[in-house]
């Protein structure tokens, strides 16, 4: 299927779109304005030197025709070409009788005269016609002189003018060459200056989706442009509004379920302390209802976090720390048993600076994440590279599905762990807190398969050089 011309540059983005078509526009009409000034100049520089040719032309004819004698005297023939010359920029040529007569053969001859001019010339009719002579394009004349039994030509050579054409042509395209570059400069200044507003939305709106709510665009002096400022932060403005109220409903949410769940919470220990006394039934719903609250429990307390990312008021609290033995006890704290922790070759005595119950908690959700979802052995690989530090979460499950590697950290994300849930007292919030809290050290973290190739899932943890570590 044929393309569109316009689908040809498709390819090209906006601000190169608008230089080439002003560069196309001053090409078109540079060239336009070239071709006519040199069809017109040469026009009348030709009509010029045929007028000047003509008037020497007929000039000469009557000097030869009334000075040729009525017999043939070659002394005479060359007496008059000779005092013809090269006037006005012509030579002449006589034939009388059979005997040809020129001001310099070595620039027009009887070899130059076109067949079909002497033809015509012999028949008794004047003629012109253009042709080549060796000073030249030339316009040759010839004027038969029957009663003498004689012919006289002239070449009117235009080779000054054709040079000067020349000169005129180079002169006209150059500077059609340079309105071209010219209007393709002020295509890409215009270009600048009319998308620079439409750079700074874009990089508005980049700030906006990273979190930075009250970021709003300066009012343009130009009136056309103003409107779409105001829509924007408009815009803005209404999204922060809601962000930030839906941010303070989760936390007041938070905060106002803890008092219940405390009540929940001492209410199962009397039950727990009296499950002897219960059915068989009764210890089962018991149980049930532990795990919920547990569950519920954790889930109140993630929110509580997570919601603090949301109004802006997360922080560090960072303190300097060996590492590799920081991972060892966040391992051995972790409820999960047979962690086994692998430090790399240049891992031993790395002394970072991190805030210790962020880093504890990612440490131990992935870890327990691991042991959830994934299979034993699960290991916690340290590695220190240049600028940047590597913490690898493995596990030997069935491992994650590349949909699920791009949700996984989202909010209330499951996965492939979604149907276990009454196995399950996670909050689904575990990994999404493990990406803020890494976010707020300026690192990041995703999901990979292991790289021994086995099977099972790697979390990848990095920290760049500015978290601090020597």
């Known amino acids: 299927m044929s393309r569109q011309p316009w689908q040809r540059f498709k390819g090209f983005g906006l601000r190169s779109r608008i230089a080439l078509a002003f560069a196309v526009g001053g090409f078109l009409l540079s060239s336009i304005l070239a071709i006519t000034t040199l069809t017109l100049t040469r026009q009348n520089l030709l009509d010029q030197r045929d007028e000047t ?66 033809e015509l010339v012999d028949a008794g009719i ?32 235009v080779a000054d003018v054709e040079s000067t054409l020349d000169a005129l042509a180079i002169i006209l395209f150059g500077v059609a060459a340079a309105t071209t570059l010219l209007a393709a400069a002020l295509g890409s200044w215009a270009a600048r200056r009319t998308l620079t507003p439409l750079a700074e939305v874009r990089l508005a709106a980049e700030a906006l989706a990273a979190g930075e709510l ?4 300066e009012p343009p002096a130009d009136a056309d442009l103003a409107s779409l400022t105001n829509s924007f932060n408009e815009m803005a403005g209404a999204l ?76 560090l609290q960072p303190d300097p720390l060996d590492l590799v033995e920081f991972v060892r006890q966040a391992v ?9 922790v692998i430090p790399g070759e240049r891992a ?23 042991a959830r979802y994934g299979a034993p052995p699960v290991t916690v690989t340290i590695e220190k ?30 996965g492939g762990g979604a149907g276990r849930r009454i196995y399950d007292t996670g909050s689904g919030l575990g990994l999404a807190l493990v990406a803020e809290h890494v976010g707020l050290h300026g690192g990041r973290v995703w999901v990979e398969g292991r790289r021994d190739g086995e099977s099972g899932s ?13």
């Open 53 to 118: 040719a003509f008037a020497v032309i007929t000039a000469n004819g009557l000097r030869v025709q009334s000075a040729l004698p009525p017999e043939n005297d070659d002394e005479v023939s060359r007496s008059i070409i000779d005092s013809l010359g090269q006037r006005g920029g012509t030579l002449p040529l006589l034939r009388a009788g059979v005997e040809w007569f020129s001001a310099d053969p070595l620039l027009f001859d009887e070899e130059s005269v076109p067949a079909t001019l002497l």
């Open 126 to 157: 004047p003629g012109r016609m253009w042709t080549t002579v060796p000073g030249g394009r030339a316009l040759v004349t010839g004027i038969p002189i029957p009663d003498r039994d004689a012919a006289y030509y002239e070449a009117a050579v």
């Open 214 to 217: 009250d970021t709003r665009l």
């Open 240 to 315: 922060e509004v809601r962000i930030e109220r839906d941010a303070r409903f989760a936390s007041e949410v938070s905060h106002e379920l803890r008092s219940p769940l405390m009540t929940l919470s001492a209410s199962l220990e009397v039950l727990n302390t009296n499950a002897a006394a219960l059915s068989d039934r009764g210890r089962t719903a018991l149980g049930l209802l532990n795990s919920e609250v547990l569950r519920f429990n954790q889930l109140v307390e993630d929110l509580l976090e997570i919601s603090r990312y949301d109004v802006g008021t997360a922080s």
């Open 332 to 340: 051995s704290y972790a409820a999960v048993d047979g962690v086994e």
């Open 348 to 370: 031993e005595g790395t002394i970072i600076t991190a805030d210790k119950r962020r880093l504890g908690q990612v440490i131990a959700n992935l870890i327990e994440n691991a």
């Open 385 to 414: 590279h240049d600028n940047h530090v590597l913490l690898l979460v493995e596990d030997h499950g069935p491992g994650i599905s590349s949909d699920d590697r791009r949700v996984i950290f989202d909010r209330f994300s499951r």
């Open 458 to 470: 790697c979390f990848v943890v990095e920290l760049p050089h500015s978290s601090g570590f020597v």
